[in-house]
Each structure stands twice: as structure tokens, then as C-alpha cells.
Nanobody, 118 residues
Framework: QVQLVESGGGLVQAGGSLRLSCAAS????????MAWYRQAPGKQRDMVAQ???????NYADSVKGRFTISRDNAKNTVYLQMNSLKPEDTAVYYC????????????WGQGTQVTVSS
């Protein structure tokens, strides 16, 4: 059982920046993938960025060049640096961790609201 606690969401003007953090506790499945997803009202939850234990990253096309995902394995923490924010980035952002070997082993955070005003 992995517990994820997110922080860093808030209200920001278009063009501004936010940094999200997600701290994991408990057994984190050994080798794992940590990721950020987001969900806007009336829309599905989509992956924003993910990072493996070894540091390999993937990004949604909509955030490439603007967002950066990173992790501190010693702290079991994943970060999402969001720059050049757009109103379209407004959503609830969720942290996720899953086993690299057993993807059915997965946990979600509660979500943190990011609102970008125009």
C-alpha cells in the first residue's frame, strides 16, 4: 500500500509557473514509474508526464517544452515543474505510482487543483 501526498497547486496567471510535489510513503513497489495526470471538468484523466526509477521521462505533446518531471529517489518524491502555463492547463492534477513489473499495482494521490487565469 502506497500513500501519495500532493502539494503545490494553486491559482496562477497565464504565463506563470507552479511546481507540484508528490511524496510517497509505504512500499513503493520497488522499481516503479511515477507520473502526473490531470483531469479537467467533464474530461477524462490524461497522463501529463511520467518518469521511471532510472530517470527516463515521457511527456504529453501538450506540455512538451513547458513542463519538466523529476524525482528524488532518496525522498520518494516526484516533482512537476510547470512553466508558461496556459488556461488550458487548468485541471486537477493527480500523482500516480505503479510497479514497473506489475502495473496492476498502482496508487493515486488525492489530487491538487491548478487554475490558470487568462
Amino acid at each position: 500500500q502506497v500513500q501519495l501526498v500532493e502539494s503545490g497547486g494553486g491559482l496562477v496567471q497565464a504565463g506563470g509557473s507552479l511546481r507540484l510535489s508528490c511524496a510517497a510513503s509505504g512500499s513503493t513497489f520497488g522499481a516503479n514509474v511515477m507520473a502526473w495526470y490531470r483531469q479537467a471538468p467533464g474530461k477524462q484523466r490524461d497522463m501529463v508526464a511520467q518518469i521511471t526509477s532510472s530517470g527516463s521521462t515521457n511527456y504529453a505533446d501538450s506540455v512538451k517544452g513547458r513542463f519538466t518531471i523529476s524525482r528524488d529517489n532518496a525522498k520518494n518524491t516526484v516533482y512537476l515543474q510547470m512553466n508558461s502555463l496556459k488556461p488550458e492547463d487548468t485541471a486537477v492534477y493527480y500523482c500516480n505510482v505503479r510497479s514497473s513489473y506489475y502495473p496492476q499495482d498502482t496508487s493515486w494521490g488525492q489530487g491538487t487543483q491548478v487554475t490558470v487565469s487568462s
